[in-house]
């Protein structure tokens, strides 16, 4: 495996603990399902957990008028559903907005640059140069995000673009640009599983060795402790190393989480065994989301990861209490795939 990577920090032997599952999107919903596929290894199992969390009585009512289209499921809403039932309605199937916090702008910011950079040539790939894409393009997704214009106003603070440099930094110290051609930037992979569910989701960056060899990168901002937030990013990169095996037929060598702020990297090595398993552990959540809403019944599954959810005016765990539940439950939209994505 030859990617022409230089790392000055790594954690690559890290076994990144329990692997949880990332995110879904609801889309078509047939009937309830019969049977669950057993969670499986390192699944935390939270499917009959999470249906029988405290705090909410079941809203259970006719079935759910749904749209015609094909089941799918985003990492990210495949990690809300497993985080907490709740959370994943809130986001998918009521669609509430989440203004961005200055954290989840800043990684928004840091993903743009690193994604642009690679467009220069590689001898000019510096530091100085990634720094100097901050200012251009946060005016960028400024203009076209306006959830993004309104979090600063008109005066983005200085503290917050140079912060953004401190990530850059942070790349730099893990990888050196000069040396990397990318295949794929922001890459949109998708593939159908069990003969009916599409799976989805855009990759950071997709590396492809001389040999053939796949590395999937995913870079990691924000500002919370990595360790609430490890096993939803590796859940992530599983997903993605399905996705691929499923439409390339190879599974990725390597699937590589960045960590900009800590200046980490941490790669894992998938095998075809274990994405077999990780498949049916996806087919199993789809379902299990599939008969929530069918019975609409999402409960409130409380973690320290409630800490970073915009929703406790909402949430009974913290005396809130949710809308009405929507008569017809649309699929998930591009924009929807990705809210809550680092
Ligand atoms: S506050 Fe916690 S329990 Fe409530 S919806 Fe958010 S993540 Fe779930």
Do not use: N
């Not at 029988?52 to 809403?77: H, K, Y």
């Not at 907490?84 to 928004?108: H, K, N, S, V, W």
């Not at 929530?292 to 599954?301: G, I, L």
């Amino acid at each position: 495996m030859a990617y022409g990577v230089r790392m000055s920090v790594t954690d690559a032997s890290r076994d990144v603990g329990p692997r949880p599952p990332a995110d879904s999107a609801p889309v078509g919903l047939g009937p309830v399902a019969a049977a669950t596929v057993p969670l499986t290894e390192a699944e935390p199992g939270p499917l009959t957990e999470a249906q029988a969390g405290p705090g909410v009585e079941a809203q259970v009512g006719p079935a759910v008028e749904a749209a015609p289209a094909r089941p799918s499921l985003s990492p990210s809403r495949a990690a809300d559903f497993k985080t907490c039932p709740l959370l994943y309605r809130f986001r998918t199937i009521d669609r509430l907005p989440e203004p961005p916090t200055p954290d989840q702008a800043r990684g928004t910011l840091v993903h743009a640059v690193l994604e642009r950079l690679f467009d220069l040539p590689a001898a000019e790939r510096s530091l100085a140069a990634a720094s100097a894409l901050v200012a251009p393009q946060w005016d960028r997704l400024r203009a076209e995000q306006p959830l993004l214009a309104e979090l600063f106003g008109d005066e983005t603070p200085a503290e917050f673009l140079d912060s953004t440099v401190d990530l850059l930094r942070g790349y730099f110290s893990v990888e050196d640009p000069t040396r990397l051609e990318p295949a794929e930037r922001e890459y949109l992979v998708e593939a159908v599983v069990d003969d009916e569910l599409l799976i989805r989701g855009y990759i950071d960056r997709l590396d492809v060795s001389p040999a053939g060899d796949l590395r999937v990168v995913d870079y990691k901002t924000g500002g919370a402790p990595r360790e609430a937030f490890e096993a939803r990013a590796l859940f992530q990169l599983k997903f993605y190393a399905l996705v691929l095996w499923r439409t390339r037929g190879v599974v990725p060598r390597s699937l590589r989480l960045i960590y900009l702020k800590d200046a980490e990297a941490c790669d894992y090595s998938p095998d075809a065994e274990e994405l077999t398993r990780f498949e049916r552990t996806l087919v199993a959540l789809w379902q299990a989301i599939d008969r929530a809403t069918q019975e609409r019944d999402f409960r409130p599954k409380p973690s320290k990861l409630c800490e970073w959810c915009a929703h406790h005016s909402r949430c009974p765990e913290f005396g809130g209490t949710p809308p009405p539940f929507p008569e017809t439950v649309l699929p998930p939209t591009e924009a929807a795939l990705a809210v809550g994505e680092d």
